[in-house]
């Protein structure tokens, strides 16, 4: 209720602008404002112990910043990020637009974050004793060919914090990112990746699940090519997925052409059978986080009954607001009662 009441002032700001705002008031407590509600349902998925299955998507809080606030919200798991090796600005401003009509939300941000070390030193602050999972990528600056190098930057750095390290090779918003989810580009990273994962699991004797993060617009045939990579060099889970670059029902409207990836309402059916495709080429081996498109509890218990282990949201709490959490946690529940 309260956030129904805010969200016509907030609306009425720029994006960008009520994004900064958010993360301001979440790291003075505006969380606790926010009854969770009933909120337990726990699962076990790639050795982690989840209070609940619906998790907060990367992007929102890029930099650890609002790690406790968000812990409030009644979230089962965080994730952080997407974090570079070195801190970057990001795309020209502005780069974030909003498309209410639609309940979607387009943004070229570009991995504006303050670096590895920035966020390392504010997740250790934060004492955060919950699931959490950093996501990591490459500085725009990279050669696509030399991307690895970031990616075992990062890794190394966060490893000792991190719940679960999630590599994403999917925005379309860092030229070139793309193509590491096909082919030799694929085969390189992942076994490099998990040559150090095994490294310093080892070292620190315990195990930190490493996670491919892809884009939703993925064919049903990439999807299989994919998954055998995934399984063969022994990934412990996908999240499916991204934004994606087509513009389902918003062409026509404000904002609808803006460059970058498009999130919220419209990204549902392709978000949903993206999950289908990748969820059947696994076959059961591999655990998949569904995201995109959840703007209701059905839309989680969606994800659920299509084969998604967990679920992220983002634009949803932008239009919904933190109510979205327990409704997404108890409609997963509940369709997941009715199967068993």
């Not at 983002?314 to 997404?328: C, K, M, N, Q, W």
């Amino acid at each position: 209720m309260l956030y129904q009441i805010a969200r016509p002032l907030l609306f009425s700001l720029p994006e960008e602008a009520v994004h900064e705002l958010t993360l301001a008031l979440l790291r003075k407590g505006l969380g606790k404002l926010y009854p969770t509600g009933t909120l337990s349902y726990p699962v076990e998925v790639m050795g982690l112990k989840f209070p609940n299955p619906v998790g907060l998507a990367a992007g929102l809080d890029k930099n650890g910043d609002c790690i406790n606030g968000l812990a409030a919200l009644g979230f089962g798991f965080l994730e952080v990020g997407t974090v570079t090796p070195r801190p970057q600005q990001g795309n020209p401003k502005p780069r974030m637009f909003r498309i209410p009509a639609a309940s979607a939300l387009i943004n070229r941000m570009g991995f504006n974050n303050h670096g590895v070390e920035y966020l390392v030193d504010a997740v250790s602050r934060s004492r955060f004793d919950g699931v959490l999972g950093i996501n990591i990528g490459k500085n725009a600056s990279t050669p696509v060919e030399q991307a690895v190098d970031d990616y075992l930057y990062c890794l190394d750095r966060v490893h000792g914090l991190a719940s679960y390290v999630v590599v994403n090779v999917s925005s379309p918003n860092t030229p070139g990112l793309r193509t590491l989810q096909h082919g030799a580009a694929l085969e390189e990273l992942l076994a490099t990746l998990r040559e150090r994962q095994t490294q310093l699991d080892q070292r620190a004797g315990r195990r930190v699940p490493l996670v491919i993060k892809i884009a939703p617009d993925n064919d049903a045939e990439a999807m299989a090519l994919m998954a055998d990579a995934f399984v063969q060099h022994g990934i412990d889970g996908i999240t499916v997925g991204n934004t994606t670059v087509t513009r389902p029902q918003v062409e026509s409207l404000p904002h609808g052409n803006e460059a970058g990836g498009l999130s919220g309402q419209p990204l549902k059916p392709l978000a949903d059978q993206a999950l289908v495709n990748m969820v059947g080429a696994l076959g059961g081996r591999i655990p998949v986080i569904g995201v995109g498109g959840i703007l209701t509890g059905e839309d989680a218990a969606d994800k659920q009954r299509a084969g998604a282990a967990l679920v992220q949201l983002y634009t949803g709490l932008i239009y919904r607001g933190p109510s979205l959490v327990a409704e997404a946690a108890n409609a997963w529940a509940k369709a997941a009662r009715s199967q068993q």
